[in-house]
């Protein structure tokens, strides 16, 4: 089993649906969870980042994660032509020390106007 | 805002070359990260450095060498162009204390 698992896609939506994009992970130990949007043919962006459950919202953006279900979400609202991008998650079992991200695969969405 | 910036965007170099890939970070950072990316493998880590002269081995270091001599400059070596090299490299970097990277625009390397 991989440790990250994310649907590549790709997901095409209308302009000003709520989209929903998910990650499930194997290791328990991670604690620290991150979305990045990535451009075509540029680097990723950092979006949302959370520590241990819950969610966090930002704008039109809201990240949710169940550590008991080992699943992490991010939903937008009000989806924008301007959201087409490539979504990754990332997570680590801890910050400072533990360098290392595990990231998904990335899921490529495209809003349609 | 923290700002990573990679030396090119696109490169071009034949088999058998030596190729540097330089990033430069201004935020003071103490850990930074070399990723290939290619269609359908994701991110891989190829070496990091978490202080100067300090490097430790990714989960892909074969063919590759670091070099972190200053704090804000980590360069990615291919001794060796190979085909197989192609690929995008993104550079990160994070403070010591936090996990969230942030990424380079990334270089489009092209082997041929």
């Known amino acids: 089993q991989k440790e990250v698992e994310q649907d590549p896609g790709p997901l095409s939506v209308p302009e000003g649906a709520i989209v929903s994009l998910n990650c499930t992970y194997s290791?328990?130990?991670?604690?620290?969870f991150m979305w990045y949007r990535q451009y075509s043919r540029k680097g990723p962006e950092l979006l949302m980042y959370?520590?241990?459950?819950g969610n966090k919202e930002d704008g039109r953006f809201t990240a949710q994660v169940d550590k008991s279900s080992k699943y992490i979400s991010l939903f937008i609202r009000d989806s924008q032509p301007s959201d087409s991008a490539t979504y990754l998650c990332?997570?680590?079992?801890?910050?400072?020390?533990?360098?290392?991200?595990?990231f998904g695969k990335g899921t490529l969405l495209t809003v349609n106007p | 805002d923290v700002k990573v910036t990679q030396s090119s965007r696109y490169l071009v170099k034949r088999t058998g070359e030596k190729v540097f890939l330089e990033c430069v970070q201004d935020m003071d950072h103490e850990n930074m990260f070399w990723y290939r990316q290619d269609p359908g493998l994701g991110l891989r880590l190829i070496y990091f450095?978490?202080?100067?002269?300090?490097?430790e081995k990714g989960d892909i270091p074969e063919g590759y060498s670091v070099s972190r001599e200053k704090k804000e400059r980590f360069s990615l070596i291919l001794e060796s162009a190979s085909t197989n090299q192609t690929s995008m490299y993104l550079c990160?970097?994070?403070?010591?204390?936090?996990?969230?990277?942030?990424f380079g625009p990334g270089t489009r390397l092209t082997v041929l």
């Open positions: 959370t520590y241990s459950s």
């Open positions: 990160a970097s994070v403070e010591g204390t936090r996990s969230e990277q942030f």
């Open positions: 450095s978490y202080d100067v002269k300090m490097k």
């Open positions: 990332a997570m680590s079992a801890s910050g400072g020390s533990n360098y290392k991200l595990t």
């Open positions: 290791n328990s130990a991670f604690q620290y």
